[in-house]
């Protein structure tokens, strides 16, 4: 027994008179098939589903190609509104591609070129608004390590920024004094350096700063040195978060002190204004060095 088969045009060219035309046509098959499917090796329920299935594939495609074109404009209509405008571009596109000639795909043409020049308007403002961060970050990095000398170490390929008014020699005078390292790789390293000179060794085992009434204990391991004169401690080592914190409360603080805790005693001293100027423009110039460009 042969069957009728429909055929679909390969391109969307039909009109709505189409519609009740392929209906009429595959109900015709689907009751030439009940009426010669007497095979009684077959199943003609099971034909009937297959014409009914091939019917409403059918219908879709007469749908999509009389409405599709409607619904892709407005879904990228829809996208443009939203911001979209990638999005609305692709979808615009594939409606020019799959249906050339008609008034939607001209309408699409226009969203295309009126959301390329709203995005390229807005590729522009974001890559000038970049410059300015940036032009903003290096003025900034540049002010904060006028306050620095940059001493590089080519032997071990990284840069030592200390502050001008930071002592060159460790037995100058006790001093809370960060630094900055620039590895290989420009990141940032701050560096906490806490040096206590006097006559006599306290042999440092720890140390209490208090900065307007907050305190903040460390452990320490301090080296010792001496002359004739006098006596020199210090510690040296990566400042981690809390040696951060503690330097920008010293920094702000209207009254900081630090006392010396060691097995030969203990020892005060006032953080002295200069020294919090140091540490403000230490922490700064960190700051600006590790601000991303």
Not at 33 to 46: H, I, T
Not at 105 to 130: F, G, H, K, P, V
Not at 145 to 167: E, F, I, M, N, W
Request: proline share 4%; charged share 25%; net charge negative.
């Amino acid at each position: 027994m042969n069957h009728p088969a429909a055929v679909l045009p390969a391109r969307c060219h039909v009109t709505r008179n189409a519609r009740p035309f392929a209906v009429t046509a595959l109900a015709a098959a689907l009751a030439a098939a009940l009426a010669g499917c007497s095979d009684p090796r077959g199943d003609p329920w099971e034909k009937v589903k297959e014409l009914e299935a091939r019917v409403a594939e059918l219908e879709q495609q007469l749908d999509d190609c009389q409405r599709g074109p409607g619904r892709q404009l407005m879904a990228a209509q829809a996208a443009f509104d939203k911001g979209e405008l990638e999005l609305a571009i692709q979808a615009a596109r594939t409606l020019v591609a799959q249906n050339p000639g008609t008034a939607e795909a001209e309408q699409a043409a226009q969203l295309i070129s009126t959301a390329e020049a709203r995005l390229a308007e807005t590729t522009a403002r974001e890559a000038a608004a970049s410059a300015r961060e940036a032009s903003a970050v290096a003025e900034a990095r540049a002010k904060a390590l006028r306050q620095l000398v940059a001493r590089p170490d080519k032997a071990q390929g990284v840069t030592y920024y200390h502050h001008k008014s930071a002592p060159e020699y460790l037995n100058a005078r006790s001093v809370l004094a960060p630094y900055i390292v620039v590895g290989r790789d420009g990141s940032p390293y701050l560096v906490l350096r806490n040096v206590y000179v006097a006559k006599e060794s306290l042999t440092i085992t720890a140390v209490t700063i208090t900065a307007d009434g907050r305190r903040f204990e460390f452990p320490a391991t301090f080296e010792r040195d001496n002359d004739d004169l006098q006596v020199w401690e210090w510690s040296e080592g990566a400042a981690g978060a809390a040696q951060r914190d503690m330097l920008a409360a010293v920094a702000n603080a209207k009254s900081a002190t630090i006392r010396y805790h060691g097995t030969g005693g203990n020892a005060d001293r006032a953080i002295s204004a200069a020294e919090k100027s140091m540490i403000r423009d230490v922490l700064g110039a960190y700051d600006a060095l590790y601000a991303t460009p």
